[in-house]
DNA sequence: ACGTTATAATACGATACTGTATCGTATTAG
DNA sequence: CTAATACGATACAGTATCGTATTATAACGT
């Protein structure tokens, strides 16, 4: 089992693929140019995947890295975390170039669809976690649920990276976190 | 001046190509399909447009479409009028499946960037008036600047529509009034 | 050591697209 | 009425893409 060639090739492609999608989106992605930079004939992605989109929505599907969430004792110091982290994140992360791409292609496309919606839920799960942590601790309940305190806080993040542009910041995180905990 | 020849094949060409776009988003234009589906020559439209990307560009930046912004008086109803009135907009909106591919391709096309970027400002003048008007009224001022009561607002918004793709009602949108005036 | 199998290299067909060129016609302005 | 010009139809060159087919080579497992 597990014969290293395949092993080999199918890293080699993935990790193009991945340098190709942050560098050219989805719709830039060529196969040609995977395989000719790759190394890795063409016959042989074919022979992995079946199709490019197969390919696109695999390399895609790994974007969904997760960290341990955080464990304070109080809740909004673990959503702060979590926060500060995507922040960080927003302002260095080579897949915020990605998503955009995948956002875009979710609107038309329901296997991309199902894919990025597969990809959020990772994405959301450790502040799932630490909301229902903050439950069974029995720590004061906030007037939003988990969903809406989510938005609340990514929303605004996701805003200023992909929309308006202007800087993810520290400050601007402890601005949301004070402003959903309303002080 | 102003040949109707011309007027009509421009304004059919655009409206084909806004159908385009929402349709299957700007790397799916085809200005091959433009010409055989609006009737217009596809020299025609060479004649009036340099490029694909012109034409792009040219029939995105006609998304910005801007109501007079509210006056009640009040900051808070203002922007709940505003924020009413986008999360109607982001239910219904045709623009809203366009948009995604504006933010896609502007991470990698200075041109998209730019006007992106004139787009965004569009979009985003109706809240910095009434902004504006608060402060010409001396209203007690927030503990935020306008960025950030824009960004904790409309964030949130377009989280649900394009990424969480949570519904968007107005119970939410008094939520994030509610959150950022901070009862 | 040897059969099996993944692979690279390459060519290929089908298709689609952009942008240009040509040419005859229809419409507009003056 | 007439000259200018916008137009449609069509063809074309050049490029790019996907996905398949072929063939010889190299690596793998037993």
Redesign the interface.
Known sequence: MTDKRVERSKAAVLAETYRQLS???I??LSIDEVSRISGVSKMTIYRHWPSRSALVIDACSRLGIVSEPPNTGSLREDVRVLATDLADQLRTGSWT?IY??I???A??DPDIAAMQ?EL?KCF?KPFHTVVERAKDRREAPLN?SA??L???I???????R?????VVDDR?VN??IA??F??
């Open positions: 560098q050219s989106g719709s830039g170039s955009p791409s956002i875009d292609a609107e038309r919606s959020h959301m939003m969903d809406e989510i938005a609340t990514i929303g605004p993040l996701f805003f200023r992909w929309f308006s542009k202007e601007f601005l949301l402003t959903a309303h002080i």
